[in-house]
T-cell receptor
Framework: EAEVAQSPRYKITEKSQAVAFWCDPISGHATLYWYRQILGQGPELLVQFQDESVVDDSQLPKDRFSAERLKGVDSTLKIQPAELGDSAMYLC????????????FGSGTRLTVV | AQSVTQLDSQVPVFEEAPVELRCNYSSSVSVYLFWYVQYPNQGLQLLLKYLSGSTLVKGINGFEAEFNKSQTSFHLRKPSVHISDTAEYFC?????????????FGTGTKLQVIP
């Protein structure tokens, strides 16, 4: 069964350092999503790509977060500098264009900022 | 704007007993509804979805949900739970906005199955 690959699974970083997460969606899925899930809450969308274009980054803290999907396939989410409040699970998901088949999520990256 | 309310943050239930996890939504336009399950330290997995047609939707692992438009609800049910159903369950609503689907997730309900 096809999976969304994410790495690393766990990351511990010091406050003010830079950190990056990688995601490889299911082949053929044009839409890619990055979500942040704080402990005890539901996922919140950070950024949505359609192929290589950003279609929604309204909730992305752009002063410290950036995301790219240069060739419309895999994607990187970066935080610089990291803050204590960034500690969370970062989930990547992908879907067909419509999204109506539901999303396929990766296993996530658990970020701890110390 | 759309929102999703999961009324129970935690639901304890004995093994082999039935369970219902509640979800209510609000939206001014037509929506599509989903339930996802999340096991510890994992991503979310699609359980079932309602797009149109029959209001009773069957999903994986023996779960089903019923769409009730008048009550704006989409409650998840299972007639007999197993220990392996212990997980967190998220209701999600999606609507078309600007040519793309915008998804809103609820805050989740933790199902604790007691042996």
């Amino acid at each position: 069964e096809a999976e969304v690959a994410q790495s690393p699974r766990y990351k511990i970083t010091e406050k003010s350092q830079a950190v990056a997460f990688w995601c490889d969606p299911i082949s053929g899925h044009a839409t890619l999503y990055w979500y942040r899930q704080i402990l005890g809450q539901g996922p919140e969308l950070l950024v949505q790509f359609q192929d290589e274009s950003v279609v929604d980054d309204s909730q992305l803290p752009k002063d410290r977060f950036s995301a790219e999907r240069l060739k419309g396939v895999d994607s990187t989410l970066k935080i610089q500098p990291a803050e204590l409040g960034d500690s969370a699970m970062y989930l990547c998901a992908s879907s067909l264009v419509s999204g109506l088949d539901g999303y396929t999520f990766g296993s996530g990256t658990r970020l701890t900022v110390v | 704007a759309q929102s999703v309310t999961q009324l129970d943050s935690q639901v304890p239930v004995f093994e082999e007993a039935p369970v219902e996890l509640r979800c209510n939504y609000s939206s001014s336009v037509s929506v599509y509804l989903f339930w996802y399950v999340q096991y510890p330290n994992q991503g979310l997995q699609l359980l079932l979805k309602y797009l149109s047609g029959s209001t009773l939707v069957k999903g994986i692992n023996g779960f089903e949900a019923e769409f009730n438009k008048s009550q704006t609800s989409f409650h998840l049910r299972k007639p007999s739970v197993h220990i392996s159903d212990t997980a967190e369950y998220f209701c999600a609503v999606t609507r078309l906005s600007g040519g793309y689907q915008k998804v809103t997730f609820g805050t989740g309900t933790k199902l604790q199955v007691i042996p």
